[in-house]
């Protein structure tokens, strides 16, 4: 037992070499670390919101308007398939989650009602079985056929809206240049939203609060905008808005065609820049093979129309096609700063959100809270690091300090853990980091206790040394474990401030583990080899 092999011995010593190596930015003033080489790790613990500061958002996904959207795309799909069947019909209309309508002609009754079988789709996934109708559909009578949303298609609904949701998100905030953002879900239709290092959060709500959905449509010069917005809108029209380039006036009324041209989803890269011509802030954008085409096809058969780019249902511009545009590139004009064409850009490079974003509670952290609570922690930390170095010297004498020493390298090897994987530094985690420094001792503690023990009962030194290391293994090994799993416990089942206790917590136990046994061990055998005492003083 207290011979190390020398392969082991050099595994140990890489070991703490790359944990130095990997920590030791974490101790280096950001000035001098830029002047380093840069072969030499560079990677720093990111710090959390309450240490770094930063906005603190909770937004509400509305769902309502998914289940809306969807129950109109419907209707206007069965409206499609029942023209173009020529079957008459009236009375179609939505009622909360479902989707009626009336047939005229009853010899076309049955025609019309396989047509709407058709448009109910088979929905298959975790939530709904293989197989199965999104919608139930029934016939109440008097030739009217309803189509009503399933529990089971509600509920897959509800559940990709908000995950599509959390991944806009957190793309957009990628685009902020935001290091280590918390994005969680809460609750059934609720997202959290931490962001270190970011003191602005109306400039975050900004652009979480805009779905940015883009779309490409012509303008009805034919219809009459006055009429419109007195509610007189062409069919197949719709009545948007577009921001009067002379600050304090109403916007201008502008009557476009509902049809989509091309989508917004077409876009591929889109990026804030300079016009060459005006000088002024405008976003190239550029189109997928698919929108290229799309594109072109419009551009070349409407020479002549205006052609509005819509944004969230308010037009941004239209200008008037002047020539086919093949190449399947653009260019949005308008008000803008370098700023917001760049926040354009960012939106449309992330993509549109499948719902409205609300925000429940918003707060922001300052930077000056944040550097006390580090200054708090580094005191926290070091006051009880020499707490327990001071008690096991006193208690153990020489071996105590080789617990020292093993628990001085626990502290490197746990910020190297967290600084190789990413993990975010939170109050919490200090709070762990603390904990872990009183357990990491524990145990050297059973260790030594272990030892004194077998002297008492009148074994030699070295076997006394042997046996305690052996014996108490499996005790360390229980303990350990124990906590291990509640710390995954901690991790699995709680959010935010908990979790980085976990963290903190579970990775200490791991580092305790291999400091308080390989490394107090190989301390104490090379002590033996080299000074070869005759007593044992613990």
Known sequence: MLQISTWLRVLIGLVLLAGLLIALPNAIPPNVLARMPHWLPANTVALGLDLQGGSYLLEEVELDQVQKERLESLMGDIR????????????????????????????????????????????????????????????????????????????????????????VVRRRIDQLGTREPTIERQGEDRILIQVPGLSDPQRLIEMLGKTAKMTFQLVDDNANPEQAVKGIVPIGDELLYQDNPQKGQAPIPMVVEKRVMVGGDRLTDAAGTFSQQSGQAVVNFRFDSVGAREFGDVTRQDVGRRFAIVLDNKVIEAPVIREPILGGSGEISGNFTIQSAGDLAALLRAGALPAPLKVIEQRTVGAELGAD???????????????????????????????????????????????????????????????????????????????KEEQRNGRTMLASIDTGFRRAMATIIDANMTHLIASLILFQLGS???????????????????TAVMVTRLMVVSWLEIRRPKRLAI
Do not use: C
């Open 373 to 451: 609570s580090i200054k708090a922690g580094k005191y926290s930390a070091l006051g009880g690091l020499l707490l327990v170095a001071l008690f096991m010297i006193v208690r153990y004498g020489l071996f105590g300090l080789f617990a020292d020493v093993a628990l001085t390298l626990n502290v490197v090897l746990l910020f190297a853990a967290l600084t190789l994987f990413g993990a975010t530094l939170t109050l919490p985690g200090i709070a762990g980091i603390v904990l872990t420094m009183g357990m990491a001792v524990d145990a050297n503690v059973l260790i030594y206790e272990r030892i």
């Open 80 to 167: 499609v398939g029942l023209r173009k069947a020529r079957i008459g019909y009236t009375n179609l209309e939505s009622h909360g989650d479902s989707v009626s309508v009336q047939i005229l002609d009853r010899a076309r009754y049955s025609d019309a009602l396989g047509i709407l079988k058709n448009l109910n789709p088979v929905t298959s996934g975790s939530l709904l079985g293989m197989g199965e109708r999104a919608y139930e559909l029934a016939e109440p009578g008097n030739n009217t056929v309803s189509l009503k949303m399933t529990e089971a298609y509600l509920a897959q609904m509800r559940q990709q809206t908000v995950n599509q949701s959390i991944e």
């Open 496 to 514: 935010g401030p908990v979790r980085g206790f976990a963290v903190t917590l579970g990775v200490g136990i791991i580092t305790s583990f291999f």
